[in-house]
């Protein structure tokens, strides 16, 4: 097996010291995103929950944990049912939605009641109807352990949490690289001959890579970086607004919010509004600097008449709006 060199690390420490940085420790445990929810008095309950699990077959059982602060806390902790829907990537809303402060969070989310009246959001891939089996104490959250009593499967691809940031399930390059019997190491001649949706992946991996480096260099993570990028587009902008703009969890925005502010790229108004400071606009500036230079060494020597083949190129397999006469002209 390979040793990984996992010497330099960014954080260590107890976790009472700093609950952020324990936190981040956390979210590198990659999880599905579900919304588990129940009625009370014929009102919808529910929550985002990232901390579901599975425990066993026989007897059917899953769990998951709310937090004692939850406003939704004192429903769940004695509600006789429950139902997990486990969202699909086309979900990020209703995450966003279910995991506010809003007071009808399920105003504009649809939903059918299940087994009890607990809601099953429509479009989630699966679908758990749930009696309450056991509530074990968990510090600062219950650990709600679930007997499964229907469950439902959908067509669809799962959406993703971790680090901080929703993603969506893909094959891992490795495996794509092998699999269009391109031989390792690449060479630009075996390169050159994969089919143009592989190159597109891989090229996409690579360029991702790539630029978290250079956000490393900087010492700032992707939500930070989303954050100047949305402020320098549009400036104010209230929290939610940002919240809205970055796709990111609440949380994840909040803290990036408050290490930006400490660093001294933000001021905020009295009315709560963000905007760049002037180091947060020349952070913002080095990191397109950054950017336009990778493009820079990567497109080197490429004419510009090839470029724009390619620009029209991949425009074509975003969303085909591409002039078609340009690349036809060419080939
Ligand atoms: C991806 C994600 C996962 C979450 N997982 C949990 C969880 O497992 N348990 C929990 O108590 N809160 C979790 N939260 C936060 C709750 O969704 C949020 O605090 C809750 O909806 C607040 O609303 P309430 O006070 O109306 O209950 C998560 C939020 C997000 C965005």
Do not use: C, T, W
């Given at each position: 097996?390979?040793?990984?060199?996992?010497?330099i690390s960014i954080?260590?420490?107890?976790?009472?010291?700093?609950p952020k940085a324990f936190r981040r420790t956390l979210g590198q445990f990659a999880t599905g995103v579900t919304v588990i929810a129940t009625e009370q008095d014929g009102r919808p309950v529910g929550v985002t929950a990232n901390s579901f699990s599975s425990l066993s077959l026989d007897p059917p059982l899953i769990l998951w944990s709310i937090a004692r602060t939850s406003r939704s806390f004192a429903t769940f902790s004695t509600a006789s049912h429950f139902c997990v829907?486990?969202?699909?990537?086309?979900?990020?809303?209703?995450?966003?939605?279910?995991?506010?402060?809003?007071e009808d969070k399920f105003s504009d989310v649809s939903w059918q009641p299940g087994i009890g009246g607990s809601p099953m959001i429509t479009g989630a891939i699966a679908t758990l109807e749930c009696s309450t089996f056991a509530?074990?104490?968990?510090?600062?959250?219950?650990?709600?352990?679930?007997?499964?009593?229907?469950?439902?499967r959908h067509v669809g691809?799962?959406?993703?949490?971790?680090?901080?940031?929703?993603?969506?399930?893909?094959?891992?390059?490795?495996?794509?690289?092998?699999?269009s019997d391109a031989t390792a190491p690449q060479t630009v001649r075996s390169l050159r001959e994969l089919p143009l949706t592989t190159l597109l992946y891989l090229a996409h991996h690579n360029s991702s890579a790539a630029f978290e480096r250079h956000r490393r260099e900087e010492n700032i993570s992707l939500v930070q970086s989303r954050i100047l990028s949305a402020l320098t587009r549009q400036s104010p902008m209230s929290r939610q607004a940002i919240i809205r703009q970055v796709y990111m969890t609440p949380q994840t925005v909040e803290d990036a919010l408050?290490?930006?502010?400490?660093?001294g790229g933000l001021t905020q108004t009295e009315g709560g509004q963000f905007s760049l400071s002037e180091a947060g606009h020349k952070l913002a500036r080095s990191i397109r600097m950054r950017l336009q230079e990778y493009e820079r060494e990567q497109l080197a020597g490429i004419p510009p008449e090839r470029l724009e083949v390619t620009r029209d190129v991949l425009a074509r397999f975003i969303d085909g709006l591409a002039e078609k006469t340009v690349v036809d002209g060419a080939a």
């Open positions: 097996m390979q040793d990984i060199d996992n010497s954080e260590a420490g107890e976790p009472s010291e700093d829907s486990i969202l699909g990537e086309h979900q990020i809303d209703v995450s966003q939605k279910l995991s506010s402060s809003k509530v074990q104490d968990g510090g600062d959250h219950i650990i709600l352990i679930g007997r499964v009593l229907r469950h439902k691809k799962a959406l993703l949490y971790a680090q901080g940031q929703y993603g969506v399930v893909d094959e891992h390059p490795a495996f794509k690289a092998q699999a408050g290490e930006l502010l400490q660093r």
